[in-house]
């Protein structure tokens, strides 16, 4: 596996990949990585891809400045992970080389109108400019590649593609499902941050999105569900609703077929999320 920091480095990598008939397959991460990024790094070596995986924790995305510095920063043992894993380019840039004039005012920023505007964009001004920027500025270093992200993300997945539909950029979008420990919970780099019981009070997000995801019904009923299945717990929830899976808008009792349910909510002070697949009925 090599290494790299330079953006110039980094750009050429794409450009002789791309020379030499290889589809480059982008893996970007904050690192702290885990089994959900190892599927990612799996799904482009599937594909057949120079894999170049990415770790920045990209400081425009964080609007809280104490989750930014407990942050989990593995860099060491992330090697080890990326390396088994099989990706061909590990790319670590500085902040300096990315965000120069931070944190000063960034004078280019990418905003995803609506989409990046509700749920998580919601309780976290600002998340997804800071996200859409970042992969932006991603994709242009890289060029033209498959990109891979997970449904754990539902929303920035969502972010992302209208960003490329809308720019044209030239990224083909993989999502990819998403990994879980063995009792339901979705990993996280966050939850080396829970207390023993306080992963245990976590469960009551899977346990929602397993709750809903039994069959039909109507959009409001499975809101219910998902809200008491919280409220057991007594999370503090951040929202619990049942929305469209490209638009993200919420659901009413008129519609029916797919659709998604999206959770989030905060275990000692950990902002947490999730997501599933649910099948609507009118009501
Ligand atoms: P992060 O390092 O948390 O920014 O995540 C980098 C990428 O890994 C994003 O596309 C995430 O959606 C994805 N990812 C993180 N956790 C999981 C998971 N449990 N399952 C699938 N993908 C994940």
């Known amino acids: 596996m090599r290494e790299l920091n330079e953006l110039s480095e980094w750009r050429a ?31 482009a070596k599937d594909h057949g891809d120079l894999v170049v995986a990415t770790i920045f924790v990209n400081p425009r995305q964080f609007n809280d400045a104490d989750d930014l510095a407990r942050y989990p920063r593995t860099l060491a043992a992330d090697r080890e992970v990326a390396a088994s894993a099989g990706v061909d380019v590990l790319v670590v840039p500085t902040l300096e080389a990315m965000w120069p004039d931070f944190p000063g005012a960034t004078r280019t920023s990418v905003h ?13 001004p600002g998340h997804f400019a800071g996200v859409a920027s970042v992969v932006a500025k991603l994709f242009s270093l890289t060029g033209a590649c498959r990109a891979y992200f ?15 539909r809308d720019l044209s950029m030239p990224v083909e979008v993989v999502n990819c499902p998403i990994v879980r420990d063995a009792d339901g919970l979705a990993l996280s780099s966050r939850n080396v941050r829970l207390s023993p019981s306080g992963r245990a009070r976590a469960l009551a997000l899977s346990r929602a999105i397993a709750a809903v995801a039994n069959g039909p019904a109507t959009a409001s009923s499975l809101r219910a569900l998902l809200r008491a299945t919280l409220d057991e717990a007594a999370l503090a929830v951040e929202y619990a609703d049942v929305v469209d899976s490209h638009h993200l808008r919420a659901m009413g009792d008129d519609a029916s077929g797919p659709a998604r349910a999206v959770v989030a909510a905060v275990v000692e002070g950990v902002r947490l999320i999730d997501n599933g697949p649910v099948e609507l009925v009118k009501g």
């Open 13 to 43: 990598v794409g450009d002789e990949s791309r020379a030499a008939g290889r589809v480059v397959g982008l893996v970007p991460t904050m690192g702290a990585l885990h089994d959900g990024h190892r599927a990612l790094i799996r799904a």
């Open 112 to 124: 995803v109108a609506e989409l990046g505007d509700v749920l998580e964009g919601e309780g976290r």
């Open 150 to 164: 997970g449904e754990k993300d539902f929303q920035q997945l969502a972010v992302v593609r209208q960003m490329v």
